[in-house]
């Protein structure tokens, strides 16, 4: 019976053992998401004390700044002339009259029948010859047909 009850024992603290390492590893786990969740609210602050610093200097940049601000600026003109753009695209496939989407070489809108403004000559260099379909300015191949263009 002694070999039984050594071998219980062991078995016992082996349990015990493998218990702890298992509640060990859950507490580093759950740290470690802790950590990571502080860090992210860390970067969050630095976000805002960067994005306050920008908006204090805008006007009066100290020379640290300077450089990285004008890289911003130039940044956010980037992005209005590219809304400027989806605007004029957005424009340009809709009906004057209602409002209703439009597709290109469409001489008639769809829903209302209103004649629609015949494309600009510098957005539309021309029509592909073998579809008719106006050809985007440089654009090597038709968009419509695939026609090579040069």
Known sequence: ?????????KISLTGQSAVSKVKDLSETVRLTGTISEVESE???LYKKIG???YVAYLNDSVPETEELISQVSALHQRIEDMKAQMQAIQTANTCPNCGSKTKMGMLFCSNCGFKLPEPVAEEHPGFCKNCGAPIVKGAQFCT?????LK
């Open 144 to 148: 419509s047909c695939g026609t090579p």
């Open 42 to 44: 860390i970067n969050e």
């Open 51 to 53: 994005y306050e610093t």
């Open 1 to 9: 019976m002694a070999i039984y009850d050594d071998l219980k024992g």
